[in-house]
């Protein structure tokens, strides 16, 4: 109940199009769900993040979808770039006074220039 | 500094060896959080503090794992004689407030262990 699942595991998009990954979870008591990007080397960043009272947050090139019903998120990237080749992090905590973050198993997007 | 920072950045331990790694979070945040990253999986949580108190330790694999934050701002994590097994990144994070759900991560540290 605890896992959080991500998909797909590898994705490779033409420059300027849009690269979506998806990410699903059991526990209803999450309440906060953010994306991490993580380049070879580093340590995760954190891009943007969404709590279940919203259906869709955008900023810049990233958009989140929310759907609380079906349990699903995803991570949309509109005009990919090449400089967005990394691996995304999707996540999930709660209920409030619980911090760990669970992580799903990552996704290696590559951008074709 | 403006971001977390952790040392060494990469550490090679002979097996059996004990080892310890430093975090340094961003001046001020309150929480304190451990990961670990096996290659290619996402980060799995070990251990969270607040302040000094460490409030989760739910994900230390083994009573090899420990941490410490004594101060309530830099946190070692130690590991008593390591296995092959231990070869991992270990992250570190920290959260400003203590309702705050941003984690800020630093690089991590590359342990292997031969």
């Known amino acids: 109940q605890q896992q959080v699942k991500q998909s797909p595991q590898s994705l490779i998009v033409q420059k300027g199009g849009i690269s979506i990954i998806n990410c699903a979870y059991e526990?209803?008591?999450?309440?906060?769900f953010p994306w991490y990007q993580q380049f070879p080397g580093k340590g995760p960043a954190l891009l943007i993040a969404i709590r279940p009272d919203v259906s869709e947050k955008k900023e810049g090139r990233f958009t989140i979808s929310f759907n609380k019903s079906a349990k699903q998120f995803s991570l949309h990237i509109m005009d990919s770039q090449p400089g967005d080749s990394a691996t995304y992090f999707c996540?999930?905590?709660?209920?409030?006074?619980?911090?760990?973050?669970?992580f799903g198993t990552g996704t290696r997007l590559k951008v074709l220039a | 500094g403006a971001g977390v920072s952790q040392s060494p950045r990469y550490k090679v331990a002979k097996r059996g060896q004990d080892v310890a790694l430093r975090c340094d979070p961003i001046?001020?945040?309150?929480?304190l959080f451990w990961y670990q990253q096996a290659l290619g999986q996402g980060p799995e949580f070990l251990t969270y503090?607040?302040?000094?108190?460490?409030?989760?330790k739910s994900g230390l694999p083994s009573d090899r794992f420990f941490a410490e934050r004594p101060e309530g701002s830099v946190s070692t994590l130690k590991i008593q004689r390591t296995q092959q097994e231990d070869s991992a990144v270990y992250l570190c994070a920290s959260s400003f407030i203590i309702d705050s759900y941003e984690q800020y991560f630093g690089p991590g540290t590359r342990l292997t262990v031969t």
């Open positions: 526990n209803t008591a999450f309440d906060y």
């Open positions: 503090f607040q302040n000094e108190a460490q409030l989760d």
């Open positions: 996540a999930a905590t709660g209920p409030p006074g619980t911090y760990k973050y669970i």
């Open positions: 001046s001020g945040h309150v929480s």
